[in-house]
């Protein structure tokens, strides 16, 4: 066959479309220019305290200079045993890409729910993060692009607060920012919260100096602490604000609480 | 041993037209505890007595949850009936996952329905042991529907399936008329009434021996938020046995035969 | 014309040159829609007291070129839901066979014994539950790296019978708003209508008259300022008693008079 050829650049008769030799490609592989991903903005925060946990984010939901929407909550309570979460005793919240958050709310909502299912009793906090962890390892090379933080009471009643990462880093934290104002928020906590670089006064000179003693808030010292941070956000951050959905978690459940904040 | 000869398998019609391996999948629904279900207007309601192998084992269950909104009762194979269990919570659970919504009753029992099916035309394949009264509440009501492991299912008013479940069905029958009007508790009531005319004479419904589960629509006007299905065992039941009790019957007669394995 | 029986009827390569195969690759990696072709520009819809009110001009461009010039982009579902689409407009068509194949499919599984339209139309999905299922969808389909090219509104009834407005893009990036516009009337068209009905509870003080009054309004400020828009365009109000809708209306009370005041407009030749 290959004396009929009349292209000197390929070995053969050239006049076949399906025989025209090609660089092969792996099976099912795409080619695509389509990002996606976006970054929809807005702000988390959790605090834990002695015997409850305080979950908090805005509700602005941008995409660039555009405010999508003013209300678009990113805290849910999950592994309730019905869809109004009633009886949810875990929150969780997600900022980031919301279609990637969503999603991951709703998958660890389903697994919760299959788990009370199966052994007839909700997921303790513990058991929750560590599957939380998995689910987002799970999607290590496509990631779900969402900042979560899952809060809740231990086994000893005691707030608890896990951050994570994208791909499923995790650990148990007194508290934590995520989201666009993150790096805002993050150093106001760990002073207001951890009590980093507060010293008694008069206590010593360098390294003889003493820190403040670390000790639990009270719920209503955490809630303004979070209405500040929130405030403080909103001023230096476009895509913070238009409202403050906050969830406490108590032995007696899940109470969510909405504050407006700035809407410019 | 064999009745016949086509009786081997359920691809095999016998020269009357009958499948008897099917309709001996339905005499397993009859070797299992009576279980009744009833609906009115607002609600639906299951009832069950539940059997110990021996006076040492615990009580098989009878009843179980599948999603906020649905429930269902079972005779015979306990083990075929959580198959069928956990696929009808993986569907209900999907079909909230993509519509936000709860699945119609009707579209999860006809899902069950062409599953069992399938069981009773293939080589190989055994059709379920196990009949179930499904209960659940949608967007249009309450609803109440029969599954046989022919794969045949239909909406009742109100059915009883099980051993000696004919005298629950004649009660039901003789008092078809009432139910729509029906409130909660006297749905309940009319059940349990049912339940114990398929009881043997000896025996009683006791808070061991009796499961109730009941689900409530929401109400047309938009006022009573819809009452999730929910299973009562033990202690919460008392005061419903209690209330039908008062009409004492005579006591005599024997055990019910020794059948296959079932429900225990 | 190659004689040859092999190759009868093509081209000669040593006329012609060597055919390039690479326009009829049916190896290598598959690529999806990379981007739109025909589109549609923006989608504008805003709640008010008994429903919503959702707009969408009749043109599909072609890049720059005004391509078809009566395309419908607003799509009804179950007669209970309007869809309005934004974006390429062949994915619209796709997802508005999808839909109504959903919506047959919806209709087989009713309830025998409803004894109304209005009863059915309860027990099938309602604006609530198609967007849900819409956003499932195209959050699918980005999973896949196949995206729907498309910003779509959502326009219909909750649940609850209450207003519901809700937006999907090729993202499956999804949210509710009182007032919602896709493309350019993101920046031109919803800062009109939040001034009406900046929150849930100003929507709800709004008349039918009025929500239809901001909506042309909007149309209008688009149509002077997008210029990938058209003055024919499509008006649908979706209330408990059903969808209106209108699919060629014209554009009213234009005015161009500014146009005269602005330098190297039109003919003006100073």
Known sequence: MAMFSQNPTMNGPNYSFSDTPRTKAPEGAREHRFDPYTDNGGSTLAIAGADFTIMAGDTRLTSGYNINSRYHPKVFKIGGTTSDQHDATIALSVVGFAADGEALKERLDAICKMYRYRHGKPMSVKACAQRLSTILYQKRFFPYYAYAILGGLDEEGKGAVYSYDPVGSYEREQCRAGGAAASLIMPFLDNQVNFKNQYIPGSGEGHALQERERKPLSRQEVETLVKDAFDGAVERHIEVGDGLQMMIITKDGIQEVTMPLKKD | MFRNNYDNDSVTFSPQGRIFQVEYAAEAVKQGSVVVGITSKTHVVLVAVKRNAEELSSYQKKLFPIDEHVGIAIAGLTSDARVLSNFMKQQSLGHRLTYGRSMPVRSLVEMIGSKAQTNTQHYGKRPYGVGLLVAGVDESGPHLFEFQPSGMTEEMVAFAIGARSQMARTYLEKNLDKFASCGREELIAHGLKALKESLVQDKELTVENTSVAVAGAKSKDGGAKAEPFKVYDGQEVNAWIESVADEKEAAAGGESGEGMDVDA | ?270
């Open chain 3, 1 to 270: 014309m190659d004689h040859r029986p092999q190759a009868w009827g093509r081209p000669r390569d040593d006329v012609y040159g060597a055919y390039d195969h690479s326009y009829l690759q049916q190896s290598g990696p598959k690529t999806a829609t990379q981007s739109p072709v025909v589109t549609g520009t923006s989608v504008v819809a805003i709640k008010f007291k008994e429903g919503v009110v959702i707009a969408a001009d009749n043109l599909a461009s072609y890049g720059s070129l005004a391509r078809f010039t009566d395309v419908k982009r607003l799509r009804t579902f179950l007669g209970t839901s309007v869809v309005g689409f934004g974006g390429d407009v062949s994915d619209m068509q796709w997802l508005d066979r999808h839909l109504k194949e959903l919506a047959i499919d919806e209709a087989y599984d009713q309830e025998p014994t409803a004894e109304s339209a209005e009863a059915a139309a309860k027990e099938g999905l309602n604006a609530a539950n198609l967007y849900k299922y819409l956003q499932k969808l195209m959050y699918k389909r980005r999973n896949d790296f196949d995206p729907l090219w498309n910003q779509i509104l959502i326009a219909g009834l909750d649940e609850d019978d209450k207003p519901f407005l809700a937006s999907v893009d090729l993202r499956g990036t999804s949210f509710t708003s009182p007032s919602l516009a896709t493309g350019f009337g993101a920046m031109l068209a919803q800062p009109i209508m939040r001034l009406h009905a900046a929150t849930e509870e100003d929507a709800a003080k709004l008349t039918r008259e009025q929500a239809v009054e901001v909506v042309k309004e909007c149309m209008k400020v688009l149509y002077y300022r997008d210029a990938r828009s058209l003055d024919r365009y499509s008006i649908a109000v979706v209330t408990k008693e059903g969808i209106d809708l209108k699919e060629d209306e014209q554009l009213e009370k234009q005015s161009w008079a500014f146009a005269e005041r602005i330098k190297g407009y039109g003919t003006q030749t100073v």
